[in-house]
């Protein structure tokens, strides 16, 4: 009873590419941790010398410019309106000059992948590596971003009869909160217009993986799923994900299990069978079938990820999408029909998603997929895990996000790590605190389901802290987990260190890397490179009008920032004054 899968394309690919599974992880473990021991790494982010090496002093002026600016309310809330204005004042190339003097030259790294390297290389050059992510957006309007948005997430099926299925509120689109783009911090929002566009936002991404390739050693690249495919297969999917296992979790009450970590909730077998049997969800055979496979069933007991397994048994994509209707115990398709081109739509993304892959492996980049709203998020993880089966079999190559923003941070990291290591392969994580916050929050309350954000910031930090040291303890009992802390929190950064320094894990292992945006945090980034850690920045770039929604919204972002901490500007004062002090008026960074 071996499951069928329903990455068969996506998986068949890559079969014959696999090489057996490196055996141990643990070789390098021990000279390592005779070293670390030895030596417990501090690092001093007052620096100012260390944390500016890099630049020259006009970027240090540009630097506390564009900073300031981010401070006064009215710039910064009229900034889209300004910025059309100066463009019909200035005329466009005079405004693009502008522009790369102040906002787009602290943010952005250049037009295109060739104008990029020089700062690729120098921030190399100072320990610093990079994620690349070309961060063109459409600017469209709020009305056009609402109407491609309902024309993408609602099936044929839905337009003919709606209400007809049981679909939740939470996993529709609803009007209202058509446009994702409002109250999102940093994120960059793509909307679907066609399979054509979907090709062109792939070709994109496959540059700026040559891109990365080409400019660094191990660098990242950053993809988002939203622009591979039409919406509405990310949300019917993630809909069926979370109804399964709310099933798991009724079942688990049935047997009294309710209220423990995900992974502790085991069910009893039998018991299961026979709720099944009596909740009428398959007949008798059917039910035995499903739990006779390798590693189902041999236990005596079934828990989340057993039980996960039990979906991949489908070989059309549309099957996928049933869901146990615990009224009349029935497996249902979430939707009564699905179009022949909506199957198409489907496969497509995932291809498109495999094209990416492959592709990052031969280039020799990792690829971060990026995190994106709670409604579309399970099927991101969900697909994102299914590539890391595939091509993190001897090294880290797919990251998945997890934000720890979320109620159910801990539960979904614990739950994946627990499954990369049954199944041998590597993992690999990037941790955010979480860019969508006000925009879920509101979307919760006015349509109407729990909210799905920690009540506040200290509880986020205690999740995000709770999940990072989680991964950092299975890296330290086999080296087979990677993490990226991407975060802007010194705290954070320094708690990071701390259990690096108690577990002997070292720098040089790069099981443990750190992140930043670009022309943000330089004074947590570049004494951390300099100390050998693998840290990296997030590269933002392409043309400057087209990247101007982006930059838009990195000043919104920042003025919170930038209020809260005086704290950077305060160091490029302190460091401008040290170099003139210095006589180093005209101080050149040497690399």
């Not at 021990?30 to 010398?49: G, S």
């Not at 039990?310 to 549309?318: C, V």
């Not at 971060?368 to 190559?397: C, G, H, W």
């Not at 539960?411 to 392969?425: H, M, P």
């Amino acid at each position: 009873g071996s499951i069928r899968h329903v990455f068969v394309t996506f998986r068949s690919t890559v079969a014959s590419k696999q090489r057996k599974e490196v055996e141990g992880g643990k070789e390098d473990q021990t000279k390592n941790n005779t070293d670390a021991q030895t030596r417990k790494i501090a690092i001093d982010f007052d620096n100012t010398h260390e944390a500016y090496k890099s630049k020259d002093n006009i970027e240090l002026l540009r630097s506390l410019l564009v900073f300031k600016l981010c401070t006064f309310d009215f710039l910064v809330d009229k900034n889209k309106e300004l910025m059309d204005l100066s463009k019909k004042v200035f005329g466009k190339r005079l405004f693009e000059r502008l522009m790369k003097m102040t906002f787009y030259g602290q943010f952005v790294a250049g037009e295109d992948h060739n104008s990029i390297k020089p700062l690729i290389h120098k921030n190399q050059a100072f320990g610093v590596g990079s994620v690349l992510d070309y961060s063109v957006e459409e600017d469209l309007t709020q009305e056009e971003a609402e109407k491609k948005e309902m024309d993408s997430c609602v099936s044929e099926a839905e337009k003919e009869s709606p209400g007809v299925d049981h679909r939740e509120k939470k996993y529709k689109a609803h009007r209202q909160f058509g446009d994702r783009r409002g109250g999102v911090v940093s994120a960059r929002t793509y909307f679907y217009a066609d399979e054509a566009k979907c090709d062109a936002q792939m070709e994109t991404f496959l540059n700026c993986i040559k891109a990365s390739g080409g400019a660094s050693v191990d660098g990242f690249s950053a993809v988002k799923m939203t622009a591979l495919g039409r919406p509405q297969f990310l949300l019917q999917f993630s809909e069926v994900l979370v109804k399964w296992r709310r099933f798991f979790n009724l079942l688990a009450a049935q047997q009294g299990k309710s209220g423990m970590d995900a992974l502790e909730q085991k069910l009893e077998l039998e018991q299961l069978k026979e709720s099944l049997t009596k909740l009428g969800v398959g007949n008798k055979d059917d039910i035995e079938n499903w739990f006779t496979g390798e590693k189902l069933g041999s236990s005596g007991t079934i828990d989340l990820l057993d039980w996960n397994s039990l979906i991949n048994d489908r070989t059309k994509i549309s099957n996928l999408l049933v869901i146990p209707n615990v009224e009349n115990g029935q497996l249902e398709p979430l939707l009564r029909k699905f179009t022949v081109e909506e199957e198409k739509q489907m496969k497509r993304m995932l291809q498109r998603v495999d094209v990416l892959a492959k592709h990052a492996v031969d280039n020799g980049v990792r690829l971060m997929v990026d995190a994106e709203q709670t409604y579309f998020q399970p099927a991101i993880s969900r697909l994102t895990l299914e590539m890391q089966r595939i091509f993190n079999r001897e090294k880290p190559i797919i990251f998945n996000t997890y934000q720890c923003y979320l109620k159910e941070a801990y539960d979904n990291v614990s739950v994946d790590v627990e499954l990369s290591r049954r199944e041998g392969w590597y993992f690999g994580a990037k941790l955010v605190r979480g860019a969508y916050m006000y925009q879920e929050r509101s979307r919760a309350e006015e349509i109407g389901y729990e909210d799905p954000i920690n009540p506040d910031y200290e509880a986020t930090n205690r999740m995000y802290h709770k999940c990072l040291e989680f991964v950092l303890e299975e890296i330290d009992h086999n080296r087979k987990a990677n993490v990226m802390v991407a975060s802007h929190n010194e705290d954070t950064v320094k708690f990071t260190l701390g259990k690096m320094n108690e577990m002997g894990l070292s720098p040089t292992e790069k099981k443990v890397y750190f992140g930043q945006l670009l022309g943000m945090c330089d004074q947590i980034s570049f004494p951390l490179g300099q100390a050998g850690f693998p840290v990296y920045k997030y590269v933002p770039y392409g043309p400057v009008n087209e990247v101007i929604p982006y930059l838009s919204r990195r000043a919104l972002e920042n003025r919170g920032f930038m209020k809260g901490s005086q704290r950077e500007r305060s160091l490029l004062w302190k460091e401008l004054k040290r170099r003139l002090l210095n006589g180093q008026i005209l101080y050149k960074p040497v690399y």
